[in-house]
């Protein structure tokens, strides 16, 4: 059984420009969580979809959005980009329907530098 | 907001040496896991706690979740070089179901 695949694995982008990106979950599974990973805050969650709506939201600026494709594929979209979003961006999807959260199943990341 | 505190931040041990990493909250979860990164990599789930008192173990990790539901320890017995990782603490939040990580204990287990 697949994992979860993230790409693209590394991009560097300058500050204004916006960075769509991509989390194929495992197979079956409809939920799909991003996460911001940076040394100083640690994990911090940005949100949750689940059948293409928005369960959870993060604490995040409107900058930071996502959706969620009919086949459970789910995109990130950071826009007019931070020195301070430079982070390792997680997806992690779930066999979660409601109640509990269950194992989430990580990806290995995309590490997005700002320059 | 709900936070998990996690300590120590850091943790460099020789093999063989045993080891506590503690994580606190002053908010109750409806449980708690664990979870270990290694670099380059997503984070993999070791357990997960429900029910307040409970005690678990993996192998040489024991984890115990508090009786109030709202602290965690995990013990490593006999530390092992390819114990070295990032150790992540995560709490489900009972109201909102969200899943609440805390800062990390990077562990270092010297051959």
């Known amino acids: 059984k697949a994992g979860v695949t993230q790409t693209p694995r590394y991009l560097i982008k300058t500050r204004g420009q916006q960075v769509t990106l991509s989390c194929s979950p495992i197979s079956g599974h409809r939920s799909v969580s991003w996460y911001q990973q940076t040394p100083g805050q640690g994990l911090q969650f940005l949100f949750e979809y689940f059948s293409e709506t928005q369960r959870n939201k993060g604490n995040f600026p409107g900058r930071f959005s996502g959706r969620q494709f009919s086949n459970s594929r789910s995109e990130m979209n950071v826009s007019t980009l931070e020195l301070g979003d430079s982070a390792l961006y997680l997806c992690?999807?779930?066999?979660?329907?409601?109640?509990?959260?269950?194992?989430?199943?990580f990806g290995e990341g995309s590490r997005l530098t700002v320059l | 907001t709900q936070l998990l505190e996690q300590s120590p931040q850091f943790l460099s041990i020789q093999e063989g040496e045993n080891l506590t990493v503690y994580c606190n909250s002053s908010?109750?979860?409806?449980?708690l896991q664990w979870y270990r990164q290694e670099p380059g990599e997503g984070p993999v789930l070791l357990v997960t706690?429900?029910?307040?008192?409970e005690v678990k173990k993996l192998k040489r990790l024991t984890f115990q979740f508090g009786d109030a539901r709202k602290d965690s320890s995990l013990h490593i017995t006999a530390a092992q070089p390819g114990d070295t990782g990032l150790y992540l603490c995560a709490g489900v939040s009972g109201n909102t179901g969200k899943l609440i990580f805390g800062q990390g204990t990077t562990l270092q287990v010297k051959p």
């Open positions: 992690a999807s779930s066999s979660r329907t409601s109640g509990n959260v269950g194992e989430l199943f």
């Open positions: 908010s109750v979860f409806s449980s």
């Open positions: 706690v429900v029910t307040g008192g």
